[in-house]
């Protein structure tokens, strides 16, 4: 199993950038794609970016391309989700989500294990 944790949330204005890392641990050691999905209030959980083991491939929502980059540093068994140009359409909890997988993994029900979320609120 792995276990994820996400920080780097917190209050920006609109315009703003921050960047969300996810710390795996436990069985790192396997090939695992990893995801970033957000959750706005009163909306379901939705997918935002996607990176392979090698990350080599990567893949965004049409929402966010352009403006969002996930990346991954397998040496420190994160991955990170930096945002830029931000708006308040991007205020909600962040979580990120992993698979023994080595290629990308596009939906919500592939992924195996979850974080607990981190909360990005932008401010107009």
């Known amino acids: 199993q792995v276990q994820l944790v996400e920080s780097g949330g917190g209050l920006v204005q609109a315009g703003g950038s921050l960047r969300l890392s996810c710390a795996a641990s436990?069985?790192?050691?396997?090939?695992?794609?990893m995801g970033w999905f957000r959750q706005a209030p009163g909306k379901e959980r939705e997918f935002v970016a996607a990176?392979?083991?090698?990350?080599?491939?990567?893949y965004y929502a049409d929402s966010v391309k352009g403006r969002f980059t996930i990346s991954r540093d397998n040496a420190k068994n994160t991955v990170y989700l930096q945002m830029n140009s931000l708006n308040s359409e991007d205020t909600a909890v962040y979580y990120c989500?992993?698979?023994?997988?080595?290629?990308?993994?596009?939906?919500?029900?592939?992924?195996?294990?979850w974080g607990q979320g981190t909360e990005v609120t932008v401010s107009s």
């Open positions: 990176i392979s083991w090698s990350g080599g491939s990567t």
């Open positions: 989500a992993a698979k023994y997988f080595s290629r990308l993994v596009l939906t919500l029900r592939e992924y195996d294990y």
């Open positions: 436990g069985r790192t050691s396997r090939s695992y794609a």
